[in-house]
């Protein structure tokens, strides 16, 4: 599933493509959005915002097309009508005279009025955002009663936890902060809560600005240089299971932490408390 850094890339293409034309067609795929597409024709769009991993395109008359790509929706930005060769479902489109801004596969959308959109259930309830949100926020989130007694594995993939953060980035976030998934807020200093937040807003605003790099950037600059692929230096333990870890040479380890696969250094990420 993208998560916040890959969604904000795809709102940053979709503003490039959407806000300085006129829209001149809107197609929705589901019959109970299609009265909206008439209303949407001749406006602008204002913004393409992100929270979390939801997206929201703000026309200028106050309608808001929310979309959620969950495991399988996608965005394509193509030339005005140059429909890609594909098997998946068109589910929404955006058109204007040089752009067509397209979503295949994707079963979340809606459109949304401003007041659906203060009132909506899932954006209403998200946490604070590791992209635009400060570190003071989501550290008020780690050291809150409420959530002292979760682990960290299941916290770091929780939306109304935080929003934006999802499967790579909680093993990033965890190794960078040198906090191993099993342990909990109360099992933590205020400090090391301290280094978690500022961990998970560094780590997810470098993936974001460098195109999922979430690696020391010197360090992926030079394993690119010697020719590894993305995949080897893109992370530092997410993906990476029984190699050596880039710090301490131990070997990573890949458990299940939430149903989801985690990775591990056992020596920079101990466990203690
Ligand atoms: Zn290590």
């Known amino acids: 599933m993208p998560e916040g850094p890959e969604i904000r890339i795809a709102a940053d293409r979709l503003e490039r493509a959407l806000k300085p034309s006129v829209v001149t067609e809107v197609f929705f795929a589901f019959d109970h959005l299609k009265p909206y597409a008439t209303r949407m024709r001749g406006r602008r769009i204002d913004a393409v915002e992100t929270r979390g991993k939801a997206m929201l395109i ?5 309608l808001s097309i929310y979309s959620h790509n969950q495991l399988y929706g996608r965005w394509v930005v193509r030339k005005a009508y ?3 060769a594909t098997n998946r479902q068109l589910r929404l489109a955006i058109h204007n005279q040089r752009k067509s801004a397209l979503l295949y596969s994707a079963s979340e959308i809606e459109v949304l009025d401003p007041v659906q959109l203060v009132s909506h259930p899932f954006l209403s309830t998200l946490g604070p955002d590791v992209l635009s949100g400060g570190t003071e926020r989501v550290l008020e989130r780690f050291t ?5 007694r979760r682990r960290f594995s299941s916290l770091l993939l929780d939306q109304h936890f935080i929003a934006g953060t999802g499967n ?3 093993s990033e976030i965890l190794f960078v902060a040198g906090l191993h ?23 997810a605003r470098q993936s974001y600005r460098h195109k999922g790099i979430t690696n020391d ?10 020719g590894q ?11 990476r299971g029984c190699k050596p870890c880039r710090l301490c040479n131990a070997l990573i380890v890949e458990d299940t932490a939430a149903s989801r696969r985690i990775f591990i250094c056992p020596e920079c990420q101990p466990v203690h408390g």
């Open 217 to 226: 950037l010197e360090g992926a600059r030079v394993l690119r240089a010697q």
């Open 168 to 170: 790579y980035l909680r």
């Open 58 to 62: 703000r026309f200028d008359n106050g």
């Open 229 to 239: 692929t993305r995949s080897q230096y893109r992370h530092w333990v997410f993906g």
């Open 181 to 203: 998934p099993r342990l909990r807020p109360m099992d933590c200093s205020t400090d090391e809560l301290r280094v978690l937040a500022d961990a998970a807003v560094a780590v």
């Open 144 to 148: 809150s009663k409420k959530h002292r």
């Open 82 to 84: 140059d429909y890609p």
